[in-house]
């Protein structure tokens, strides 16, 4: 299996454009993470997935962020319109099962510099 | 509120040298705890993790990590350290998927 698959690998865009950022888990996995790593706050979790249903968003920082999984090979995590204190790294991470403390499996993330 | 600390930001050990990286934990109740690595530009693998019983828990490449309820800590040990064990080491604690907090990280470096 190729792993999680992040794309794109980085991204610098200006203030206030849109960024959207997709994520294909595992096959058979059946949950799906986002996460958001910076030097200031670590590593925390956006919003959590359980079979293509959004389960709780609420680390989702504000309006501006919405994710979506329209079926259980996609997700995307979209910032519009983005400002410089998005930059961070994206991580997508999936697990085979529903419960959180299965082993969840992390794609390479993307890297992203709003300007 | 759940934290996690290490207080070591960056260690560095020679090649086969033993290692051992500290975890120190506050939470309301019994946790879950993690150990992740994550490579420079990967995301971050599990190495480990705690839920109950044995209270030393063995997992991949070689690391194994102890509970130590007594001493809120939660850290992990290598005996013989190998180049490719360069990288940064999350420790995380967490009851539920959404009050799972990672720690700052630390950093090792391994000199030849």
């Known amino acids: 299996d190729a792993g999680v698959i992040q794309s794109p690998r980085h991204e610098v865009t200006e203030m206030g454009q849109e960024v959207t950022l997709r994520c294909k888990p595992i096959?058979?996995?059946?949950?799906l993470f986002w996460y958001r790593q910076t030097m200031m706050r670590g590593l925390e979790l956006l919003i959590y997935f359980n079979n293509n249903v959004p389960i709780d968003d609420s680390g989702m920082p504000e309006d501006r962020f919405s994710a979506k999984m329209p079926n259980a090979s996609f997700s995307t995590l979209k910032i519009q319109p983005s400002e410089p204190r998005d930059s961070a790294v994206y991580f997508c991470a999936s697990s085979f099962t529903g419960v959180w403390t299965d082993t969840q499996y992390f794609g390479p993330g993307t890297r992203l510099t709003v300007l | 509120a759940q934290s996690v600390t290490q207080p070591d930001i960056h260690i560095t050990v020679s090649e086969g040298a033993s290692l051992e990286l500290r975890c120190n934990y506050s939470?309301?109740?019994?946790?879950?705890l993690f150990w992740y690595v994550q490579s420079p530009g990967q995301g971050l693998q599990l190495l480990l993790k705690y839920f109950s019983g044995d209270t030393l828990v063995q997992g991949i490449k070689g690391f194994e990590a102890e509970f130590k309820r007594s001493q809120s800590s939660f850290n992990l040990r290598k005996p013989s350290v190998h180049w490719s064990d360069a990288a940064e080491y999350f420790c995380?604690?967490?009851?539920?998927?959404?009050?799972?907090?990672f720690g700052a990280g630390t950093r090792l470096t391994v000199k030849p």
């Open positions: 995380a604690v967490g009851g539920t998927y959404n009050d799972m907090r």
């Open positions: 096959s058979g996995h059946n949950s």
């Open positions: 939470y309301g109740a019994t946790p879950y």
